[in-house]
């Protein structure tokens, strides 16, 4: 079964930017849409952006302009970049399919937006 690890979380200053990774095993990764979930505190897990295997995207209205999902298939990675980032974007970040679940959740990486 795929499995993936989320890297590339930290501390930043609203304004900053981060780049976070997903790298998964299992050769049928390519077949999947892949998308990156978050979770603040308190809250449910929401859908930021997903990307198909070819390359189309959608994004959630709150990180549209600022965020961008790319994967490398060969590579067996799904990134996000995020810039601009708001305290309102903090979160433990996700990668899973879309719809979700269709793989084994990670353990995620923590982002925190904070002067």
């Known amino acids: 079964q795929v499995q993936v690890v989320e890297s590339g979380g930290g501390l930043v200053q609203p304004g900053g930017s981060l780049r976070l990774s997903c790298a998964a095993s299992?050769?049928?990764?390519?077949?999947?849409?892949m998308a990156w979930y978050r979770q603040a505190p308190g809250k449910q897990r929401e859908l930021v952006a997903s990307?198909?295997?070819?390359?189309?995207?959608n994004y959630a209205d709150s990180v549209k302009g600022r965020f961008t999902i790319s994967r490398d298939n060969a590579k067996n990675t799904v990134y996000l970049q995020m810039s601009s980032l708001k305290p309102e974007d903090t979160g433990v970040y996700y990668c899973?399919?879309?719809?979700?679940?269709?793989?084994?959740w990670g353990q995620g990486t923590q982002v925190t937006v904070s002067s």
């Open positions: 899973n399919t879309r719809p979700s679940g269709l793989i084994r």
């Open positions: 990307i198909t295997n070819v390359g189309s995207t």
């Open positions: 299992g050769s049928i990764f390519s077949m999947y849409i």
